[in-house]
């Protein structure tokens, strides 16, 4: 995980499912693809953050890194300024739909 300003370091605040196996599955037009899906990740700090996704090949040999990317940046709020869960993406719904364990919402909560 990335800081906005650019610090990459290991980051204690970041906690749930780090890891995942490809999973095959339809997206939203029906198309087979392979997908890596974090259904439980949460960033415990405030403060803007971007992830870096690293994508591995396992050989007999041990682990070879194949390619890196980061996330778009995004916010992480105070408990007080936290204005609520969204609606769940239509990606999200279709993978629930085909078996992967994901917390669906339908409709978005404003936080009171």
Same mark, same amino acid.
């Given at each position: @995980?990335?800081?906005?300003?650019g610090? !990459?370091?290991y980051?204690? =605040?970041l906690?749930?499912q780090?890891?995942?196996s @490809?999973?095959?599955?339809?997206?939203?037009?029906?198309?087979?693809?392979g997908?890596?899906?974090? =259904?439980?990740?949460?960033?415990?700090?405030?403060?803007?953050y971007?992830l870096?996704?690293?994508l591995f090949e396992?050989?007999t +040999? =041990?682990?070879i !890194?194949?390619?890196s990317?980061? !996330?778009n940046p995004f916010?992480?709020?105070s408990?007080?300024?936290?204005? =609520? @869960?969204?609606? !769940?993406t239509?990606?999200s719904?279709?993978?629930?739909?085909?078996?992967?364990?994901l #917390?669906?919402?339908k409709?978005h #909560?404003? +936080?009171?």
């Amino acid at each position: @995980m990335e800081s906005e300003e650019g610090d !990459s370091t290991y980051f204690g =605040g970041l906690t749930g499912q780090t890891v995942s196996s @490809m999973y095959k599955l339809k997206d939203y037009d029906n198309n087979d693809g392979g997908f890596f899906v974090f =259904g439980n990740l949460c960033v415990r700090v405030e403060g803007q953050y971007r992830l870096r996704f690293t994508l591995f090949e396992i050989t007999t +040999q =041990g682990a070879i !890194s194949l390619k890196s990317i980061y !996330s778009n940046p995004f916010t992480v709020y105070s408990a007080k300024a936290f204005p =609520g @869960m969204l609606e !769940s993406t239509f990606l999200s719904r279709t993978f629930s739909d085909q078996g992967v364990r994901l #917390r669906i919402r339908k409709e978005h #909560r404003v +936080q009171t």
